[in-house]
């Protein structure tokens, strides 16, 4: 079955270096949907960007991705963390069973 | 725009207990979800509906029902609560599949 795979449970960075959270996924669906959610402490998640297009970087809120089917990954960077980046982060799958398939999520520290 | 509500916001429940969760949407979205959140483990769907009526099973169905009364609700009953229980549940809707999740504010379930 479809399965995204987060491998950092925690990343920790210093206040203006560069993030970047990786995503790979697994499916045979030719044309998935990869999204990036962002949930801030005692909020709810909230879609941060998504793509379906391949090679073709989406950006949102300083933050940016770019699907690469070739090696089934959308990994999400951003030049320069703030202090306000620090949240939990899911990548996520829609294949073309109607359902997200969610990673295990990726929490992000930013220290001063 | 639109908003999700989910009803109890906390929920404290005995061993054994059944318990019913809540969601309304007013997106006029199709599909709604229910998923639940435990730390360290992401989210994982219990079930979904496609459209009023109708129920599919998440990954972690067992031990809950649901019911899509109508197209703005969706009811979530854990049909037995487990001793020292403790997990956010959170339901989101979309106007289809591969479209964005809204996610609702969640209820906290505590089971003494």
């Known amino acids: 079955g479809d399965s995204v795979t987060q491998t950092e449970g925690l990343v920790t960075l210093t206040e203006g270096l560069p993030v970047m959270l990786n995503c790979t996924y697994q499916?045979?669906?030719?044309?998935?949907?990869l999204f990036w959610y962002v949930q801030h402490l005692n909020e709810s998640p909230r879609l941060l960007l998504k793509s379906f297009t391949d090679n073709k970087r989406t950006e949102h809120q300083g933050f940016h991705a770019t699907l690469h089917k070739s090696s089934s990954s959308f990994h999400l960077q951003k030049s320069s963390a703030q202090l306000s980046d620090s949240a939990l982060y899911y990548c996520a799958l829609s294949g073309n069973q109607g359902k997200l398939i969610f990673g295990q999520g990726t929490k992000l520290s930013i220290k001063p | 725009g639109g908003i999700i509500t989910q009803t109890p916001k906390f929920l404290i429940g005995q061993e054994g207990q059944k318990l019913t969760l809540k969601c309304q949407q007013n997106?006029?979205?199709?599909?709604m979800y229910w998923y639940r959140q435990d730390s360290g483990k992401g989210l994982r769907l219990i079930y979904y509906?496609?459209?009023?009526?109708?129920?599919q099973k998440g990954d972690l169905s067992e031990g809950y029902d649901a019911s899509r009364e109508k197209k703005s609700s969706f009811s979530l009953t854990v049909t037995s609560a487990q001793k020292n229980e403790m997990a956010v549940f959170l339901c989101a809707s979309s106007m289809a599949k591969q479209d964005t999740q809204y996610f609702g504010p969640g209820t906290r379930l505590l089971v003494l």
């Open positions: 997106f006029n979205h199709d599909t």
């Open positions: 499916t045979i669906y030719s044309n998935p949907f």
């Open positions: 509906s496609i459209t009023e009526n109708d129920l």
